[in-house]
């Protein structure tokens, strides 16, 4: 279970970014945060994963908790031995290595060969035209294949917890739906996931719980079935001028109640 408890971000001493941040994702979830622009998803991803001082933020305040143990100074190398693997927004592969290359990259971490053929093998299973495409360049792949590589390359070191910002950002809309099956098929491998979004339709689909986000602060957070059926999530994220075209899908899964029974949080 990772935790964020009470967490308060700063950039340069100065900008307060995330502003007592409690949340939860429960080993076996998929939680979804929402918010628009400045809300401080990133930096949520980037206290997380460890990547703050990069940017010159720290936590002032609160903590981050991995099954128990406190992780909020943890380096970003350290989180990804504790198994927590961030996917960053814009999909960076290395564009002059091949698809299998780059997969190797992202298992440079793991120790034994027999572990690293067998994340190979899985990541090839979830993503069949990364085996078709195993010689090619990632600058050669579309942007959704690039979106799958740089997924697959954080599956390659079997983490426990994938974190996702923005993967369906730039993509078509038929994409977007491929990958949103695809966070779904991850899941039920048994990685818990959180999602970073705009899309809220996408993220709202695949996920068991979700916290939507407003200048720095928790603004509405429940089951995400719920959260898809409130009035205040259909006309902020869900609204007629914007991804009309999914909601069905998306409002049918809600109704199923499936995202409910399954929140074990
Ligand atoms: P977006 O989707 O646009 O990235 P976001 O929800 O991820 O938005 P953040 O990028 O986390 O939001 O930004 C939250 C706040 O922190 C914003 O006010 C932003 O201007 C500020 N901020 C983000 N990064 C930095 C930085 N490196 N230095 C100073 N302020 C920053």
New binding site residues.
């Given amino acids: 279970m990772l935790e964020i408890d009470g967490l308060t971000?700063t950039?340069?001493s100065?900008?307060?970014?995330?502003r007592g941040v409690t949340l939860k994702v429960a080993n076996d979830g998929v939680v979804a945060v929402l918010?628009?622009?400045?809300?401080?998803?990133?930096?949520?991803?980037?206290a997380i994963s460890g990547t703050l001082k990069l940017?010159?933020?720290r936590v002032t305040a609160g903590r981050i908790l991995f099954d128990g143990q406190d992780v909020t100074d943890a380096n970003a190398a350290a989180i990804v031995s504790k198994g927590i693997v961030q996917v960053p927004?814009g999909r960076r592969i290395f564009g002059r290595l091949s698809v299998e290359e780059n997969l190797k990259a992202g298992a440079a971490t793991v120790r034994s060969r027999a572990e690293r053929a067998k994340a190979m093998a899985n990541v090839y299973d979830l993503f069949p035209v990364l085996a078709e495409f195993k010689t090619k360049r990632g600058v050669l792949l579309s942007g959704g294949q690039q979106q799958m590589l740089a997924i697959g390359r954080a599956l390659m070191s079997s983490p426990k917890v994938l974190l996702l910002?923005?993967p369906s950002l730039g993509l078509a809309p038929m994409v977007v739906s491929q990958i949103g099956r695809i966070i779904s098929d991850i899941h039920e491998l048994g990685t818990a996931v959180m999602l970073?979004e705009?899309n809220a339709a996408m993220a709202l689909s695949v996920a068991t719980h979700a916290f939507v986000?407003e200048?720095?602060l928790i603004s509405l957070q429940g089951p995400a079935a719920e959260l898809a059926a409130s009035d205040e999530v259909r006309s902020l994220y869900l609204g007629s001028d914007s991804k009309e075209d999914r909601r069905p899908a998306l409002m049918a899964a809600a109704e199923s109640g499936r995202h409910l029974s399954r929140w074990s949080a």
């Avoid at 100065?14 to 995330?18: I, M, P, R, S, W």
């Avoid at 918010?35 to 980037?46: E, F, P």
């Fill in positions: 971000v950039y340069a100065t900008v307060e970014a995330l918010g628009s622009n400045g809300a401080g998803k990133s930096t949520l991803l980037r940017q010159h933020g927004e910002d923005e970073v705009q986000m200048l720095g």
